[in-house]
């Protein structure tokens, strides 16, 4: 199993490109969150998905979006980059039953 | 938003030193987690907590759930140079986990 998977590792914009960062996962699970990571803050949620077809803000949502492809993948879309997108992201999974949260290695993207 | 307030912000340490840290919020959570992140990586698991009181171990490491369930302690004995990391408590509220600012640990040998 390789648990939750994120593409691309790195990735640099420029201001105004849009871009979908990949997340899956092969657990079954049926909760998928993405966050952002930047220094100082801790992680902050973006937006989740309770189960397959279902999407919800988090935190900071504006500026992107996300959709939920089937029960495997949740993706991130940034429309149009800011510099202040520039974050490390991450995605998660989690079991219907349990509290763990399954980490993705994580995508650094900046905006110039 | 809600933001879980942790202390100390970094820590140095000598190795064998046993390590505290603390999480606190302003509303009530009804679980609390505790994870560690390495350098490039995600975060992990390191324990969780599901009632007021609750005192729980993994190996070194010890974690408590505040009575007043607006805060957690985490406790790390004997420490090791591969403790070295990012320690982070996050409260769970429904669907959503809610994260603290992090520990920035450092063991010197």
């Known amino acids: 199993n390789a648990g939750v998977t994120q593409t691309p590792k790195f990735q640099v914009l420029k201001t105004g490109q849009s871009m979908t960062l990949q997340c899956a996962q092969d657990?079954?699970?049926?909760?998928m969150y993405w966050y952002r990571q930047d220094p100082g803050m801790g992680l902050r949620l973006i937006y989740y998905?309770?189960?397959?077809?279902?999407?919800d803000k988090g935190e900071v949502p504006n500026g992107y979006n996300v959709s939920r492809l089937n029960k495997r993948e949740f993706s991130l879309r940034l429309e149009s980059a800011a510099p202040s997108q520039t974050s490390v992201y991450f995605c998660?999974?989690?079991?219907?039953?349990?509290?763990?949260?399954?980490f993705g290695p994580g995508t650094r993207l900046t905006v110039l | 938003g809600q933001q879980l307030n942790q202390s100390p912000q970094s820590m140095f340490i000598q190795e064998g030193e046993d390590v505290s840290m603390n999480c606190t919020s302003s509303?009530?959570?009804?679980?609390w987690l505790w994870y560690k992140q390495e350098p490039g990586e995600g975060p992990v698991l390191l324990i969780a907590?599901?009632?007021?009181?609750e005192l729980t171990s993994n190996g070194r490491l010890t974690a408590q759930f505040g009575i007043t369930r607006k805060d957690s302690f985490l406790n790390i004995s004997a420490s090791i140079p591969s403790d070295v990391g990012i320690y982070f408590c996050?409260?769970?509220?429904?669907?959503?986990?809610?994260f603290g600012t992090g520990t920035s640990l450092t063991v010197i040998p």
């Open positions: 998660a999974s989690r079991g219907l039953a349990g509290l763990e949260q399954f």
């Open positions: 996050a409260g769970l509220r429904g669907n959503q986990f809610y």
């Open positions: 998905s309770a189960s397959e077809g279902t999407t």
């Open positions: 657990m079954n699970h049926n909760s």
């Open positions: 907590l599901y009632k007021a009181g």
């Open positions: 509303s009530i959570f009804n679980t």
